[in-house]
């Protein structure tokens, strides 16, 4: 008897790479698929010119991790980051549903403009970035396929030990006696890799249709944020200044960035991480 087969699309990312290790630990058989030359995949496959007759049969999961998120990227090329993010992600759900495959495609926070806390999954959307404005095209567009394609699991930023952000940054400065800005009136809502893969693996095999949505289950301000790492790194609490984003310069983070996670928290099981154990998490203070 042929196995059921996992298939992570994107696996040479973050979200991709960490997804497929964790569902080989659990004994799936796992594809992975990446650009030409990633070491990571199993399978060559681009998102901008995709060959769809490549893809293994027998698919019972399949999760879209790749994407093209920076601003910079959309900007320099927005026909291309388009077909990344929306076009051959609707029409790769679309093939792999038809052969009975239960599609996970991630969507991000970036769909809402941050004005409000703890947003419900069903408000409309209101993007403030270019890649927001694709996942919210990628969202309506799943939404008109025939039948039930699989689920929409929508992320909060993701923090890692790996990958700490702007943590480790700070954390960088205050342990040389230096000072940091951080903004007293913009929130983060970090979610650990660790449980948002749990979350993604957990939709897919539960087959929960429709929207999941993955943050932490409060708020905190960039500035609490910065003090905690301030904590972590033993440093001075006085080398971090508040500032407000409203006398920056630039692109800033939203006012809020936290989900209503209620519905995804209860068919889990388990709650999601409060920020500043994520925060604490991502720079190795607790496992």
């Known amino acids: 008897m042929t196995r059921e087969i996992d298939l992570v699309v994107g696996a040479g990312g973050k979200v991709g790479a960490a997804l497929a290790g964790a569902l080989r630990r659990q004994g799936a058989t796992v594809v992975t698929t990446g650009r030409a030359g990633s070491v990571a995949s199993d399978v060559t496959f681009d998102l901008d010119k995709p060959d769809y007759a490549i893809l293994p049969e027998n698919v019972a999961r399949a999760y879209i991790c790749a994407a093209m998120p920076g601003a910079d990227a959309c900007a320099a090329d927005p026909e291309k980051a ?7 992600p609707v029409e790769l759900t679309r093939r792999l549903a038809a052969r009975g495959a239960f599609v996970v495609n991630i969507s991000s926070t970036q769909i809402f403009d941050g004005n409000r806390p703890a947003v419900s999954p069903g408000t409309q959307h209101s993007p403030y970035s270019e890649y927001g404005r694709h996942k919210s095209a990628l969202e309506e567009r799943l939404r008109t396929l025939p039948g039930t394609p699989g689920a929409i699991v929508r992320i909060s930023k ?11 940054k700070w954390r960088d ?10 903004f007293r009136d913009r929130a983060m809502s970090p979610v650990s890799l660790r ?23 409060d708020e905190i301000s960039y500035l609490d944020a910065a003090l905690a790492v301030a904590r972590i790194a033993r440093a001075n609490p006085e080398l971090v200044r508040s500032v407000s984003a409203d006398d920056a310069v630039g692109t800033v983070p939203p006012r809020h960035a936290g989900l209503d996670c209620d519905a995804t928290e209860t068919r889990l099981g388990w709650r999601f991480a409060r920020s500043v154990q994520v925060v604490k998490e991502a720079l190795g203070a607790e496992q």
């Open 173 to 182: 400065e205050l342990a040389q006696g230096r000072a940091v800005s951080a």
């Open 158 to 168: 993701i923090l890692s030990p790996n990958d700490p952000g702007i943590l480790s």
């Open 82 to 88: 388009f077909r990344v993010n929306v076009t051959t």
């Open 195 to 217: 449980q948002a893969v749990d979350a993604l693996v957990a939709v897919a095999y539960g087959r929960w249709s429709g929207v999941s949505q993955v943050s932490a289950s």
